[in-house]
């Protein structure tokens, strides 16, 4: 069965950090691929995702996102991270081919000032 | 637009009884997806309709069960409620479905089951 694996459940950083956190799927067909947000007293929403292309992908609010297939990753990054990030962050995939939209359990960010 | 709206926002039950959510998707869009968000679980898929129809299923127990109406509203429906049941349940729509779309989330109903 697929899986969605965020092995960071919680980081906490500066401002002014670099972020990166891990996204593994295990599935080896194509996918499609979602990093969503939840920031404190709102709704979920949309980061970034990718379906085909440029591996890189670009979000809102600076954030990146690589796919390596052969790491069965999509890890998400920022360069430089800013209080108003503390939020929380899902990834989610879709194996082509079927209906199911996996999401991961999410990692809690906090940055400090 | 008007977003995703759910309803009620909070709710308080006790062990046997039974809950209907409500969720009203954003205008045209025809999925509506369903999820139960506990801490340390993440986000787990219950099911989505499409044009009235169940599309998809996750691995729900049958006290799980939603339906969706014609103007693209859905409800959930929770029977013999289980302390296990509480989360936040979340209501998504989007386009066309969740898989390929980007998914508007509303704000959750907070189900407590005592």
């Known amino acids: 069965a697929q899986s969605v694996s965020q092995h960071n459940h919680h980081v906490i950083l500066s401002e002014a950090a670099s972020l990166e956190l891990g996204c593994n799927y295990s599935?080896?067909?194509?996918?499609?691929l979602f990093w969503y947000v939840q920031y404190p007293g709102q709704h979920l929403q949309l980061l970034l995702k990718?379906?085909?292309?440029?591996?890189l992908v670009k979000g809102i609010k600076g954030f990146e996102a690589e796919f390596i297939k052969s790491k069965f990753s999509f890890n998400l990054r920022k360069p430089s991270v800013q209080w108003s990030d503390t939020a929380e962050y899902f990834c989610a995939v879709n194996a082509m081919g079927t209906d199911k939209l996996i999401f991961g359990t999410g990692t809690r960010l906090q940055v400090f000032p | 637009k008007a977003g995703v709206t759910q309803t009620p926002r909070y709710l308080i039950k006790t062990r046997g009884q039974q809950v209907t959510l409500s969720c009203s998707p954003i205008s045209g869009h025809r999925s509506v997806s369903w999820y139960q968000q506990t801490p340390g679980q993440g986000l787990q898929f219950l099911f989505e309709?499409?044009?009235?129809?169940?599309?998809n299923k996750g691995n729900f127990p049958g006290r799980f069960s939603g339906r969706q109406f014609s103007n693209s509203r859905s409800e959930m429906n929770v029977s013999t409620l289980e302390l296990g049941d509480s989360a936040l349940y979340l209501c998504?729509?989007?386009?066309?479905?969740?898989?390929?779309?980007?998914?508007?989330f509303g704000p959750g109903t907070r189900l407590t089951v005592l």
């Open positions: 998504a729509s989007s386009l066309v479905g969740q898989t390929t779309d980007t998914q508007y």
């Open positions: 990718y379906f085909s292309g440029d591996p």
């Open positions: 599935y080896g067909g194509t996918v499609n």
């Open positions: 309709y499409f044009s009235e129809t169940q599309r």
